[in-house]
């Protein structure tokens, strides 16, 4: 059985309908590279995945339970984990305080403190600074760190590399690949198309609040990703 | 030797405004909302003591042990099913809503308790009356230093809570973003509940404080929220915890002084304090701060 399952979700905000009728199947421990312009829906996508925005048709199951009703907070304990945008740290938290606190709540497993910190160094020497004091890597590491605490199953992640100089990216990037070693299932959002294709096993490509197209991370093209990215070659892309 | 007693009593006075505004500070803190009705809540505490005490002949202290939870858990459901339903339509409403409570209650209070005045310093024996006489100008009242000391005691234990506990660190993570904090397992709404729930009973200690120190009745409820709503703002309007006592003792000094100066001036000159602070370069930064301060409403509290 799939891990998550996305029956026919649509999310609006107010009249605008930012993700239409997107159904998707997401096994266990596969990562899902979801790509896209700004606007197409990714980040509402995520946000009603992981519980932050009700859906207005469709529904969401967690290994064929039904959670479309389920509040975030409840989504957590479930196994369901968001780094959202701009990383959202609690500003005037400790960096071990944002782990702690999410860490109150969560399911059973591996991660902990010292977990978190081994998968990112960088963080050890950060933990009784203010949240608002990071870097931008040093603050994706946190958030990242945060969504571990409360040991997911699924992992989404948005605009991972978004504001990070390169070498800030490669280490969170390393430090994924670490995390889907261990088995998580990871949904991630990333401009990079490059480095985020790299990781995945399947992209997909969102315009427009639909899924336009969709493979393996190995087989697509740029040219292919170019066109449904910017929605070039709609007839195309439904054959793709 | 007048001005030091001067500044001594309204230090004492202070711990009182402390208390008082205490409440209201946490709930701005947490959730920016205003309650109107803090001071109402205040009074409606000290009513409860005194109709406890009407049919029971014990110290007002011990009428406090049954009004205390008794009020946290009508913080609690307040929260609950009124401020948080009106949270959800955007800042004005919760403003409104708890203008609309302090009205309720103070009719209600009326229409239970008629116009008079009370007091319940007569039944709380020795401790309203006992001083320690320092010299033939100064002496601090027993019953001051027990309020600014409890006042003492609450801020250090609202520090404490909220630096060192599980549910102290969910608040501040809440108070600072909502929506984030539902997403890393924080259940907000009753972090809010909670947060309501502390400080109707901080309010309560207040309406103790009240009823010994001085009298109350029905109507008293708006003087109480305005001294605390100046003491927040001399404070430094949620920029630090403590800020609210400091403002509170601040408030407190201007009164006795303006008090020696002129009897009459005693209100007016706590009122022309609040007045400077606000117009003063720090008090006009509280918009920019109520923005970006609200995010950092609580982080005196923190590490």
């Given at each position: 059985?799939?891990?998550?399952?996305?029956?026919?979700?649509?999310?609006?905000?107010?009249?605008?309908?930012?993700?239409?009728?997107?159904?998707?199947?997401?096994g266990?421990?596969?990562?899902?590279?979801?790509?896209?312009?700004?606007?197409?829906?990714k980040?509402?996508?995520?946000?009603?995945i992981?519980?932050?925005?009700r859906?207005?048709?469709g529904?969401?199951?967690?290994?064929?339970?039904?959670?479309?009703?389920?509040?975030?907070?409840?989504?957590?304990?479930?196994?369901?984990?968001l780094?959202?945008?701009?990383?959202r740290?609690?500003?005037?938290?400790t960096?071990?305080?944002?782990l702690?606190?999410?860490a109150q709540?969560?399911?059973?497993?591996g991660?902990?403190?010292?977990?978190?910190?081994?998968?990112?160094?960088?963080?050890?020497?950060?933990?009784?600074?203010?949240?608002?004091?990071?870097?931008?890597?040093?603050?994706?590491?946190?958030?990242?760190?945060r969504?571990?605490m409360?040991?997911?199953?699924?992992?989404?992640?948005?605009e991972?590399s978004?504001?990070?100089a390169?070498?800030?990216?490669?280490?969170?990037y390393a430090?994924?690949?670490?995390?889907?070693?261990?088995?998580?299932?990871?949904?991630?959002v990333d401009?990079?198309?490059?480095?985020a294709?790299?990781?995945?096993?399947?992209?997909?490509?969102?315009?427009?609040?639909?899924?336009?197209?969709?493979?393996?991370?190995?087989?697509?093209?740029?040219?292919q990703?170019?066109?449904?990215?910017?929605?070039l070659?709609?007839?195309?892309?439904?054959?793709g | 030797?007048?001005?030091?007693?001067?500044?001594?009593?309204?230090?004492?006075?202070?711990?009182?405004?402390g208390?008082?505004a205490?409440?209201?500070?946490?709930?701005?803190?947490v959730?920016r909302?205003?309650?109107?009705?803090?001071?109402?809540?205040?009074?409606?505490?000290?009513?409860?003591?005194y109709?406890?005490?009407?049919?029971?002949?014990?110290s007002?202290?011990?009428?406090l042990?049954?009004?205390?939870?008794?009020?946290?858990?009508?913080?609690?459901?307040?929260?609950?099913?009124?401020?948080?339903?009106?949270l959800r339509?955007?800042?004005?409403t919760?403003?409104?809503?708890?203008?609309?409570?302090?009205?309720?209650?103070?009719?209600?209070?009326e229409q239970?308790?008629?116009?008079?005045?009370?007091?319940?310093?007569?039944?709380?024996?020795s401790i309203?009356?006992?001083?320690?006489?320092?010299?033939?100008?100064?002496?601090?009242?027993a019953?001051?230093?027990?309020?600014?000391?409890?006042?003492?005691?609450?801020y250090?234990?609202?520090?404490?809570?909220l630096?060192?506990?599980?549910s102290?660190r969910?608040?501040?993570?809440?108070?600072?973003?909502?929506?984030t904090?539902?997403?890393?397992?924080?259940?907000?709404?009753?972090?809010?509940?909670?947060?309501?729930?502390?400080?109707?009973?901080?309010?309560t200690?207040?309406?103790?404080?009240?009823?010994?120190?001085?009298?109350?009745q029905?109507?008293?409820?708006?003087?109480?929220?305005?001294f605390?709503?100046?003491?927040?703002?001399?404070?430094?309007?949620?920029?630090?915890?403590?800020?609210?006592?400091?403002?509170?003792?601040?408030?407190?000094?201007?009164?006795?002084?303006?008090?020696?100066?002129n009897p009459?001036w005693?209100?007016?000159?706590?009122?022309?304090?609040?007045l400077?602070?606000?117009?003063?370069p720090?008090?006009?930064?509280l918009t920019?701060?109520?923005?970006?301060?609200?995010?950092?409403?609580?982080?005196?509290?923190?590490?």
């Open positions: 059985m799939s891990l998550l399952t996305l029956e026919g979700l649509d999310l609006r905000h107010g009249l605008l309908e930012a993700v239409r009728g997107v159904s998707l199947e997401l266990e421990g596969e990562v899902l590279a979801l790509v896209g312009a700004n606007g197409a829906g980040t509402t996508l995520l946000r009603g992981a519980g932050a925005h859906p207005a048709a529904r969401i199951l967690l290994e064929g339970t039904d959670i479309t009703r389920v509040p975030a907070y409840q989504r957590v304990r479930m196994g369901i984990a780094v959202p945008e701009g990383r740290l609690f500003a005037n938290l960096v071990e305080e944002n702690l606190v999410a709540r969560a399911r059973r497993g991660w902990t403190i010292d977990a978190v910190i081994e998968a990112f160094p960088m963080l050890e020497a950060l933990r009784r600074q203010r949240a608002a004091t990071l870097s931008g890597g040093e603050g994706q590491a946190a958030a990242i760190g969504a571990l409360t040991n997911p199953r699924l992992l989404l992640l948005d991972v978004l504001g990070l390169p070498v800030a990216v490669d280490a969170v430090a994924l690949r670490a995390v889907i070693a261990a088995g998580t299932t990871v949904l991630l401009q990079d198309f490059t480095r294709a790299g990781l995945a096993d399947r992209v997909v490509c969102m315009l427009e609040g639909r899924f336009v197209l969709e493979g393996k991370g190995s087989e697509l093209t740029r040219e990703i170019t066109d449904a990215y910017f929605g070659g709609r007839a195309m892309a439904v054959a | 030797m007048t001005w030091v007693n001067d500044v001594v009593q309204g230090i004492l006075l202070g711990g009182y405004y208390i008082i205490c409440g209201l500070a946490l709930m701005f803190g959730m909302i205003i309650n109107l009705a803090h001071g109402d809540i205040a009074v409606l505490g000290a009513f409860l003591m109709l406890l005490l009407q049919h029971w002949s014990v007002p202290f011990i009428a042990l049954p009004v205390l939870p008794t009020m946290i858990l009508f913080g609690y459901v307040l929260q609950r099913l009124i401020l948080q339903r009106s339509a955007g800042i004005l919760p403003l409104l809503a708890t203008f609309g409570l302090s009205i309720v209650i103070q009719n209600a209070l239970g308790f008629g116009p008079d005045v009370q007091s319940l310093g007569a039944q709380a024996g309203v009356t006992a001083a320690w006489q320092i010299n033939s100008q100064l002496s601090i009242s019953l001051g230093g027990l309020i600014l000391g409890t006042a003492v005691v609450i250090a234990a609202l520090q404490l809570y630096s060192r506990t599980t102290g969910q608040m501040r993570a809440a108070a600072e973003d909502p929506d904090a539902e997403l890393v397992g924080i259940n907000s709404r009753a972090v809010y509940a909670r947060a309501t729930a502390i400080a109707i009973g901080i309010a200690l207040g309406g103790l404080a009240l009823a010994l120190r001085s009298t109350f029905s109507y008293s409820g708006p003087d109480q929220l305005i605390a709503f100046e003491a927040v703002v001399i404070g430094g309007l949620g920029s630090s915890l403590w800020g609210a006592l400091l403002g509170g003792i601040v408030l407190g000094v201007a009164q006795t002084i303006g008090a020696q100066i009459e005693s209100i007016l000159s706590g009122h022309i304090v609040f400077l602070v606000l117009i003063s720090r008090g006009g930064l920019l701060r109520s923005r970006r301060g609200a995010r950092s409403a609580l982080s005196g509290a923190g590490a």
